[in-house]
């Protein structure tokens, strides 16, 4: 059963901590993302990789870290220095560089307790 | 930079009427458009793509897309609205050029269909 997972479904973080999302896909994708969804704002673009090994930073990278050590694999790291992490996060991935579509996970709510 | 605009917030019609859901973009070369649609508490779920060729592309559930060059638009129609269409939609941009991996979405429209 292909697609992205995307784990948890919601997650509850203490001021101060860092917390880290979980999002694997098993379609053989080069590229994946990582989007941040706030009511009203539609989804904004937080990091991307292309390829394992290497990511470049979307429009609202700030307080955020990844890493892309294998294809499958793209986490996302939200730090203490994310000053309103408080949102729904959407990780996707597509085929790479051309005019595929991209697959989505079906999302994690992460609320700061 | 890529962008895309979505005008409207949202958008009402009654069953059975068509619907159009707008959504302008810019970009600096061609542009990959597509549109996702959104159910609460869910993922997106993709619609249709215009990638070349046909300007009016045909996707799923009954929607489809014009693609219009000179004006930069790419506005979601569907001639017979359901009100099981509604939903939240997302239209999105992707560059053909060195960036062609980034995708960059508008800030979506919240279809609503009355009985």
């Known amino acids: 059963d292909g697609g992205i997972t995307q784990s948890p479904k919601y997650l509850f973080r203490k001021e101060g901590q860092n917390v880290t999302l979980s999002c694997e896909q098993n379609?053989?994708?080069?590229?994946m993302y990582w989007y941040r969804q706030d009511p009203g704002q539609g989804l904004r673009l937080i990091y991307y990789?292309?390829?394992?090994?290497?990511?470049q930073k979307g429009d609202i990278a700030e307080g955020y870290s990844v890493s892309r050590e294998k294809k499958e694999s793209f986490p996302l790291t939200v730090t203490s220095a994310q000053k309103n992490p408080t949102a729904f996060y959407l990780c996707?991935?597509?085929?790479?560089?051309?005019?595929?579509?991209?697959?989505f996970g079906q999302g994690t709510r992460l609320t700061v307790v | 930079a890529q962008s895309v605009a979505q005008p409207e917030d949202q958008v009402n019609v009654a069953e059975g009427n068509p619907l159009t859901v707008k959504c302008t973009y810019s970009?600096?070369?061609?542009?990959?458009l597509f549109w996702y649609v959104q159910y609460p508490n869910r993922g997106l779920q993709f619609l249709l793509k215009?990638?070349?060729?046909?300007?009016l592309v045909k996707g799923s559930y009954g929607f489809e897309a014009e693609f219009n060059k000179s004006q930069t638009s790419f506005h979601l129609k569907k001639p017979s609205a359901l009100v099981s269409d509604s939903a939240l939609y997302f239209c999105?941009?992707?560059?053909?050029?060195?960036?062609?991996?980034?995708?960059?979405f508008g800030s979506g429209t919240r279809l609503s269909i009355r009985p």
């Open positions: 990789s292309q390829i394992v090994n290497d990511f």
């Open positions: 379609l053989n994708h080069d590229a």
């Open positions: 996707a991935s597509s085929i790479g560089a051309s005019g595929t579509e991209a697959f």
């Open positions: 970009v600096s070369g061609n542009p990959y």
């Open positions: 999105a941009v992707r560059d053909r050029g060195s960036s062609a991996s980034k995708i960059i």
């Open positions: 215009y990638i070349t060729g046909d300007n």
